[in-house]
């Protein structure tokens, strides 16, 4: 298995590697040792400006001495766990204060016990392997992240889409209402209404109509067929009024087109007595 690598996309976005003990020559060796690894390397000189180089960086993996003074290298990395829980800590030292340690290790406030003197090579290939592990546990906390906020959206999308939906069927629900009640009043008035589709075929009567026509075929017969020629000439002018003379009686037909903002819907035929209604 071929080990991912270590993002090195500018020294900006380098990775960072904090360097901790009380004796300068051994931060000098190791800043030496490892200046060209692929990441930025700072150092401080004991537990405490090592806090305080945690307070102004970022910092990715962190290697201390153990034996320091003031503050012991476990205590610097519990207090390192606590601040910035994303660290990697790593314990360098050649004092086997194992007791110390071991607990430090299983509290998870250390990654891993290293011993001086250290192996060049060995040290190199254990600090590449912390931050192996540092940068896919940064890209899974990434993705899930990712996955957290995809989810969020499409709980967003869904609830949009029940309240269109519930809006649409509200607006469904009342143009019903509103298409009923239209009927119901049309069907009250006391002149014969008629409504006919943009094919030309009679689809509405109203109660006057059906009672004042009850001799002529009406519902999905075409105009041509049910009336006068007059009227589908009127129909085809798309509005208008004209005297028509039918076996019923004479009456004053008026066209009204009927149109939605989107489309032709159709037309509305009144037929009002000549003597009045």
């Not at 949009?160 to 629900?173: G, H, P, S, V, Y």
Request: net charge negative.
């Amino acid at each position: 298995m071929i080990d991912p690598p270590i993002a090195t996309a500018t020294p900006a976005e380098k990775p960072t590697l904090l360097l901790v003990d009380d004796e300068e020559s051994i931060l000098s060796s190791l800043k030496r040792l490892l200046r060209r690894e692929p990441y930025q390397v700072l150092t401080a000189v004991g537990g405490e400006a090592g806090l305080d180089e945690l307070a102004r960086r970022r910092v990715d993996v962190i290697v201390s001495d153990q034996r320091m003074p003031n503050m012991s290298g476990v205590e610097f990395l519990r207090q390192a766990k606590d601040l910035y829980p994303d660290t990697v800590r790593i314990v360098l030292s050649g004092y086997a204060d194992l007791q110390s340690i071991t607990d430090a290790i299983n509290e998870g406030a250390i990654y891993k016990f290293l011993s001086k003197p250290w192996e060049d090579e060995a040290l190199k290939a254990e600090i590449a392997d912390a931050f192996r592990g540092k940068a896919l546990r940064d890209e899974n906390r990434r993705l899930g992240q990712q996955l957290k906020t995809a989810n969020a959206e499409l709980v967003r999308v869904n609830l949009e889409l029940q309240q269109a939906l519930d809006t649409q069927r509200l607006r469904a629900a009342l143009g019903e209402a509103a298409l009923a009640a239209t009927q119901e009043i049309v069907n009250c008035v006391p002149l014969p209404i008629l409504g006919v589709d943009t094919d030309g075929l009679l689809v509405f009567a109203n109660a006057t109509a059906a009672r004042q026509l009850a001799q002529r075929a009406l519902l999905g017969v075409g105009v041509a067929d049910a009336l006068p020629p007059v009227v589908a000439e009127l129909i085809a002018a798309g509005r208008g009024e004209t005297t028509l003379a039918m076996d019923e009686g004479a009456f004053r037909l008026s066209c009204h087109a009927v149109e939605s903002i989107m489309q032709q819907r159709g037309f509305l035929l009144i037929f009002m007595p000549e003597d009045g209604p």
